[in-house]
């Protein structure tokens, strides 16, 4: 299940009221996954999207902080933690944090109210146990190439589920299709550049994408 292998590690943020943040991303992420009988038994009784800029100071509160680890989302974070509202902040991504981002956390973190952050690989929605989406739409022009943003955030989705599952398979692709094509090339880039997160033994099974409107019916 491209979730249940992740749910034992994800943290609590320790005992005490707490507040969830979202971001629009990981709102229906959360929605989804977990249950609210679940939230409420961890003590969250609050959830506010991070954009929100009239939230009310409540230093009494912990806060558990799920976004996608964007430049936007950064920044947002950046913010909070200049001016915190909240005691305690725990920080949890959805993919892979770059050590840039780390660093700006660091230094807004004038505080030192952040007390752990953490990668959590759910960068998808997910629907069945075996089964995603990322409800972006239409992700192509005329089935050729890709919508601006919609590779990247694709690629990033199949890194998320990678490394959810501890998979490092062999990467294929028909040499007919320019969108599986750069898919495939962006996937594989992920991998390079953050090899050490790949280090698992090689799972012998293969990642194929495969787009509906190049299937022969």
Same mark, same amino acid.
């Given at each position: #299940? ?19 943040? &979202? ?8 929605? %989804?996954?977990? #249950? ?9 009784? &609050? ?10 100071? @409540?230093?009494?509160? =912990?806060? @558990?902080?799920? +976004?996608?680890?964007?430049?936007? $989302? ?8 200049k001016n915190p509202r909240y005691g305690h902040y725990? +920080?949890?991504?959805? $993919? %892979? &944090? ?36 990322? *409800? ?14 919609? &590779?990247? =955030?694709? #690629? ?7 490394? #959810? ?6 990467? =294929? ?12 090339? *962006?996937?594989? $880039? %992920? ?14 099974q293969f990642l194929w994408p495969v787009f509906r $409107?190049?299937?022969?019916?």
């Amino acid at each position: #299940a491209v979730v249940s292998t992740q749910s034992g590690h994800y943290g609590r943020g320790g005992r005490g009221m707490k507040v969830f943040l &979202l971001g629009q991303e990981t709102l229906p992420i959360v929605s %989804i996954t977990f #249950a609210q009988s679940d939230l409420l038994k961890e003590e969250v009784y &609050l959830f506010e999207r991070i954009d929100n800029a009239s939230r009310e100071p @409540m230093k009494n509160m =912990r806060c @558990m902080v799920f +976004l996608r680890p964007t430049a936007h $989302n950064i920044e947002l974070v950046v913010r909070e933690l200049k001016n915190p509202r909240y005691g305690h902040y725990h +920080l949890y991504f959805s $993919n %892979i &944090l770059e050590k840039e981002d780390i660093r700006k956390l660091a230094d807004a973190d004038e505080y030192e109210s952040v007390k752990e952050i953490q990668e959590f690989y759910v960068d998808y929605i997910p629907i069945l146990d075996h089964v995603f989406t990322l *409800n972006l739409g239409q992700i192509s022009r005329r089935g050729v190439s890709w919508e601006m943003g919609a &590779l990247k =955030r694709s #690629a990033d989705t199949l890194i998320s589920v990678l490394l #959810a599952l501890k998979k490092f398979p062999v990467v =294929r692709y028909s040499a007919k299709s320019r969108l599986a094509q750069g898919l495939a090339e *962006n996937t594989l $880039n %992920i991998i390079k550049d953050h090899s050490h997160l790949f280090e698992f033994r090689r799972s012998g099974q293969f990642l194929w994408p495969v787009f509906r $409107n190049e299937l022969l019916w």
